[in-house]
């Protein structure tokens, strides 16, 4: 756990090192202040627009941090040989995998953090109201980064970064259209196969609860609950078969 | 094989099946909660469903138009306000409603547009009963549903029902004030004078001695602020 943990410390650092970052959040708050001030909007829909637009930004801005710290977190380590430096010492492949998995997420949860209390700031300076379905979502949207991110991690240990983000970037697409297709699927042999090869996606469209949380609803905890272990499927498989597949590199 | 592969495959295997499970129940639930995740089967339906979680900021976008449509109605010839084009703003109500099922105000504008202006009242039902499939607590839609059936339809029995629906769910005094109102003049139009009488001293309780006047003076007075707002803006 200490190897993890010193390893989480290292990537996160690093990240924080790297200007970009603060480039892409000053622009994302530079959007939040500039839209929460725009009078465009009326019959009193623009609280909904607030709250809409900080959700989409807030996935939008945590696609575009897991498409540039995951990918390439394995990868360029190889290619810049520094892997060799950590795993001459007494730490494990998973350790490894593990470690780079926690180090992205408190990135990314710091960068939340920062926007969503700029925005739920705005909101309530506009007069509006946050309830717990408006945080749960939010929650909801940063724990389906993590699942690009975990999948970014794999696909890192034996895919070139421009391919691994590329394919990750179609799950985020895939895995929001998704829900719209399986219902489409009858009981045929050829829906059974698409519903096979969909299985291989993860369903992105659950941890988008948008519409119920700005219109002041409740997401309700059932839900929550199957969404959680549906979550930790998708983030631990992943890292498992990272770790896996960086153990039979010869490195 | 070793075994150490066959724990992988074993992991692997069940890890897909309890996803599928999981997977199903949230759909389940997603419909449960009214969550539209159908795809139109049209090239634009498949197009939305790219949008993924971007959809409900494109319907917010979309609300801008529709917003700018209703307060200003200009004719890009430059000849002034008009009511052309009158039609134009009903697909882009539509595709909101499709992108945002619980956008509420777009299912009210839409089916009013449709059943006061464009005279289409079936199809304003039919707009506001998909609302209410989507959002069946939300008093707005069974507020304008009783508006049509009253004014349009002169469906009482339904127009009460529907007010009757939209009072026992509203949030606020306007709310329930227009509910009771509603409620008032379709047993009077009932013949049922002794129901009328109890809603209307409702009223009266809820909202004090001529409501109705001082609400069409109030919406009288905002259109006459907003109009003095554009011709402002025009001018300069």
Redesign the interface.
């Known amino acids: 756990m200490r190897r993890v943990k010193a390893i989480a410390i290292c990537t996160a650092l690093e990240a924080f090192r790297r200007r970009t970052i603060y480039v892409v959040l000053f622009f994302a708050l530079a959007l939040i202040l500039f839209l929460g001030n725009a009078s ?6 623009q609280e ?2 607030l709250k ?2 900080g ?2 930004l807030l ?2 801005f945590g696609l575009l941090l897991a498409l540039y710290l995951s990918p390439g977190s394995i990868q360029t380590d190889i290619e810049r040989k520094t892997i060799y430096n950590v795993l001459s010492k007494p730490v494990r492949k998973e350790d490894l995998i593990f470690g780079k998995f926690i180090g992205i997420s408190i990135v990314i949860l710091a960068s939340f953090a920062i926007m969503l209390s700029i925005l739920v700031s705005f909101i309530l300076i506009r007069g509006g109201s946050v309830g717990l379905g408006f945080l749960t979502a939010s929650a909801l ?1 940063y724990l389906e980064i993590l699942i690009l991110v975990s999948i970014s991690i794999f696909l890192s240990s034996s895919i070139p970064t421009v391919i691994g983000a590329s394919i990750v970037l179609a799950i ?2 895939l ?3 998704k ?6 699927l009858k009981g045929d042999v050829a829906s059974n196969l698409a ?1 096979i090869a969909l ?2 996606i993860p ?4 941890f ?5 949380a ?2 002041g ?1 409740v ?2 905890t ?2 929550l609950l ?2 959680l ?2 979550w930790i ?2 983030v631990v ?1 992943p890292l ?2 990272g770790s ?1 597949l960086l153990g039979r590199k010869d490195l | 094989m070793s075994s150490k592969s066959h724990i992988v495959v074993i992991a692997i295997i069940s890890s897909i099946l309890i996803s599928a499970v999981l997977e199903d129940e949230i759909l389940w639930g997603r419909e449960r909660a009214g969550i539209r995740d159908e795809v139109e089967r049209t090239p634009m339906g498949v197009l939305l469903s790219m949008m993924g979680g971007l959809k409900e900021l494109v319907a917010d976008i979309l609300w801008i138009k529709v917003d700018d449509y209703f307060h200003h109605h200009i004719d890009p010839s430059g000849k002034g306000a008009t009511l052309l084009g009158e039609k134009d703003i009903m697909p882009i109500i539509r595709l909101q409603t499709w992108l945002d099922p619980h956008y509420v105000k777009a299912y009210v504008i839409g089916g009013w547009h449709l059943a006061f202006n464009l005279n289409r009242v079936p199809e304003g039902i039919r707009f506001l009963e998909e609302g209410k499939r989507f959002n069946p607590n939300e008093p707005l839609i069974w507020m304008e549903l009783s508006r049509i059936y009253f004014f349009k339809l002169k469906d009482y029995a339904k127009a009460r029902y529907c007010a009757v629906r939209a009072m026992r769910l509203s949030r606020d005094k306007d709310e329930l004030a227009s509910s009771l109102w509603l409620i008032s003049r379709s047993y009077g139009k009932m013949g049922k004078e002794k129901e009328a009488s109890f809603y209307e001293k409702a009223l009266e309780r809820v909202a004090g001695k001529g409501y109705v006047e001082r609400s069409l003076r109030e919406a009288l007075e905002e259109a006459e602020r907003e109009h003095e707002h554009e011709h402002g803006e025009h001018s300069r």
Do not use: A, T
């Open positions: 465009f909007f009326g019959l009193g829909v909904k627009f809409d637009f959700l989409s996935s939008l949207i985020y697409v895995g929001h259209m829900g719209g297709y399986m219902k489409e519903r299985s291989f369903s992105l469209y659950g988008d609860m948008k519409s119920i700005v219109h609803g997401i309700p059932l839900y199957q969404i272990g549906y499927i998708w498989i498992w078969l896996i």
